[in-house]
């Protein structure tokens, strides 16, 4: 399988799921979001909708509103908690995190064929030893990724459906962001756009001794 460092030392796997484990894995989210179903997140203090829609699978997910951002343990529209991480999904952190303990959030994003995302820096984890992993289905988006001040030149690569990218060492702290998709350019989705899934540590494992921030527990 090739393996990429074209930059930074962050890791781009083309083609890590075949079309067949793409197709899989789609089916297992279509059970997420009868469970959890995508949302529209609102950015901190203005409440200005994002163009993305998301939702989350694992013990924690990633959520952002006029509060802030934070994690919680529950979809903040139905308020259950969120449903497992697909085996595919755990699969993937096992082959690529090369970190020893499981991924504790899968933010999934959807963008239609005008969604993007903003640069930033995902740092809402009180854990950055352990690298962010995402998985790419559907359109092919332009992913733009520079280094760990925002000021840093950037370089634009395109993420297509099946490809994994890593963000770890020095890396883990990289400004990125999505400019755009190229709608049409998957046939994964019957509806177009783009499915992205971040897998995350958020808290240090206890046994190394520390409390995580940013994370609202259950009652
Ligand atoms: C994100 O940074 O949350 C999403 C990145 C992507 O869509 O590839
Ligand atoms: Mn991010």
């Known amino acids: 399988m090739a393996v990429s460092r074209p930059l930074f030392g962050f890791r781009v796997v083309p083609g890590y799921l075949d079309r067949a484990a793409q197709e ?15 949302y529209t997140p609102r950015l901190p203090r203005t409440g200005k909708p ?14 952002t509103d006029e509060a802030g951002y934070r994690y919680q343990p529950r979809h903040p529209e139905t308020g259950r908690p969120w449903p497992p991480m697909p085996q595919t999904v755990l699969a993937a952190w096992e082959a690529l995190a090369d970190y020893p303990h499981p991924p504790e959030s899968c933010l999934i994003n959807y963008y239609g064929p005008t969604a993007k995302m903003g640069l930033h820096q995902d740092r809402d984890e009180h854990d950055f030893a352990a690298p962010v992993v995402s998985l790419s289905l559907g359109d092919t988006c332009l ?8 000021g840093d030149p950037t370089r634009t690569i395109r993420l297509a ?55 609202a527990h259950a009652p």
């Open 161 to 215: 459906s099946g490809d994994a990218l890593v963000l770890g060492g020095k890396a883990r702290l990289a400004y990125h962001g999505v400019d755009r998709i190229l709608p049409g350019s998957s046939t994964l989705l019957a509806e177009g756009g783009r499915i992205n899934l971040t897998l995350r540590r958020v808290t240090i494992p206890k046994a190394l001794g520390d409390q995580p921030r940013n994370v």
């Open 24 to 38: 899989a894995l789609l089916a297992a989210l279509r059970d997420v979001f009868a469970s959890a179903p995508l």
């Open 143 to 150: 992913f733009r990724i520079g280094g760990s001040s925002r």
């Open 50 to 63: 994002m163009s993305v829609r998301m939702s989350n699978c694992g013990p924690l997910g990633w959520i």
